[in-house]
């Protein structure tokens, strides 16, 4: 089992910056994949970024060269640096670990872009 736990959502203005972090603790070995996701009211979850065991990053096109994807070596932390932040940027944000086959959630934090 691996237990996730975001932080760093809140409020802010159009063009702003946020960092969200997710802390990952219990069975973190062998994680071999991390990744933020999104959903917005009424609409789908969505792949926001993500980072393979080897460092390779991928983004959404919506994100592209304004979020930036990182971790630490011991995969216990994930961050998610979101800069130039719109409006349609507004959800909750969730992190996504695949461990052995298996995906694990956390509760998510809400990212509230005003415009």
């Known amino acids: 089992q691996v237990q996730l736990v975001e932080s760093g959502g809140g409020l802010v203005q159009a063009g702003g910056s946020l960092r969200l972090s997710c802390a990952a603790s219990?069975?973190?070995?062998?994680?071999?994949?991390m990744a933020w996701y999104r959903q917005a009211p009424g609409k789908q979850r969505e792949s926001v970024a993500g980072?393979?065991?080897?460092?390779?990053?991928n983004y959404a096109d919506s994100v592209k060269g304004r979020f930036t994807i990182s971790r630490d070596n011991a995969k216990t932390r994930l961050y998610l640096q979101m800069n130039s932040l719109k409006p349609e940027d507004t959800a909750v944000y969730y992190c996504?670990?695949?461990?052995?086959?298996?995906?694990?959630w956390g509760q998510g934090t809400q990212v509230t872009v005003s415009s």
């Open positions: 980072i393979t065991s080897g460092g390779s990053t």
């Open positions: 219990g069975s973190i070995f062998s994680i071999n994949y």
């Open positions: 996504k670990v695949l461990r052995l086959g298996s995906s694990y």
